[in-house]
């Protein structure tokens, strides 16, 4: 039996606010995709075919939008819920030096975690004026109904070979690309304390940089791997096949994670209120070059993932890692 420790009712009111932002947050992220797809189909059945032939046909003439940069929504990324988004854990971001305005930027964001919490939100544009960052996820959300539209006004594109090089490839610079290089085969390793990361074959981005001369910032997020607990799938195991299984197949897995509920601490799928603290290191200068051979590739990551254990060498003492943890690449 699991014993339910219940949240207190005599907390600020800011609180509360911030627990029902974030559970609406995880159920955009767990259920969002799929609760609009039932509302197309409710319009369809409820007589409104002209209605849903208008949207479909809409679909169809944008189509590529998430891979030309989407159709970010300042007015949305500016809503004040994002900030009690943040709070909630509280998210920090940290910057260890300036980017020019005039270059582009590919910033490889790890770890993946559950839910990419401390990639959302984070005032990025308040640290780096003058920069415009536009998180990459999976494509597949982009052909659900209105779920696309939701994704792109917050300024989320899709991170497909063809949207990553539209964002690095536009002239005058200030525009940061921010992927997940270890994507959904990360998240199967996310629980508190692992510092497992997916990388050691992660060159996609690498050779994307070279071919736009964006240059590479790796990013640390401390905490991310803290805020959910997930049942143990070691590899080999049954759970850990068919969760494999369904990411080869659909192009992403299923992490069975669990926290905290909204009215109590013990058991639910609200994420714990754990600080993260997401560092940007400093940019590693890259020449652009529009056919890398593969050991420039090979080389230019090396000195990527050189880069990142050397920052998450740098500041893991400040974040509770104790001296003889380090980052395990696989």
Not at 62 to 69: E, N, Y
Not at 156 to 161: F, I, L, N, P, R
Not at 164 to 172: F, I
Not at 190 to 196: M, Q, T
């Amino acid at each position: 039996m699991v014993k339910i420790e219940l949240a207190p009712l005599n907390i600020p009111f800011n609180r509360h606010l911030q627990t029902a932002i974030v559970l609406q947050w995880v159920f955009c992220f767990l259920f969002g995709a799929q609760y609009c797809f039932c509302v197309y189909i409710v319009i369809v059945l409820n007589g409104y075919w002209h209605v849903a032939a208008l949207y479909a046909m809409w679909l169809y003439l944008d189509w590529d939008t998430p891979q030309a940069g989407g159709r970010r929504s300042d007015w949305v990324r500016h809503w004040t819920v994002w900030k009690h988004f943040g709070d909630y854990f509280p998210i920090h971001l940290i910057k260890t030096c300036d980017l020019d305005p005039e270059r582009n930027y590919l910033m490889g964001f790890h770890p993946h975690g559950i839910l990419v919490a401390g990639a959302e939100y984070t005032g990025f544009q308040e640290l780096y004026p003058g920069m415009t960052p536009y998180l990459h996820t999976l494509s597949i959300w982009f052909g659900f109904p209105f779920f696309r539209e939701y994704l792109m006004s917050s300024g989320v594109v899709s991170c497909s070979k063809k949207s990553l090089t539209h964002v690095l490839s536009q002239k005058g610079g200030g525009n940061v690309s921010i992927t997940v290089i270890g994507g959904t085969a990360e998240s199967l390793e996310a629980r508190p304390g692992s510092l497992i990361l997916e990388a050691l074959n992660r060159k996609g981005f690498v050779k994307i940089a070279l071919r736009c001369g964006a240059h590479l910032v790796p990013v640390f997020s401390f905490g991310e791997n803290d805020l959910f607990n997930q049942l143990k799938n070691p590899k080999g195991s049954l759970v850990r096949t068919i969760q494999e299984g369904m990411r080869k197949t659909l192009g992403f897995s299923l992490p069975l994670f669990h926290a905290r509920g909204v009215f109590q601490y013990s058991l639910g799928f609200m994420p714990f209120r754990q600080p993260i603290y997401t560092i940007v290191g400093e940019p590693i200068v890259v020449e652009k070059n529009v056919s890398p051979s593969s050991a420039e590739v090979d080389r230019l990551h090396g000195c990527y993932l050189e880069a990142l254990a050397k920052l998450f060498e740098q500041h893991k003492a400040e974040y509770r890692i104790l001296e003889h943890q380090h980052l395990i690449f696989t």
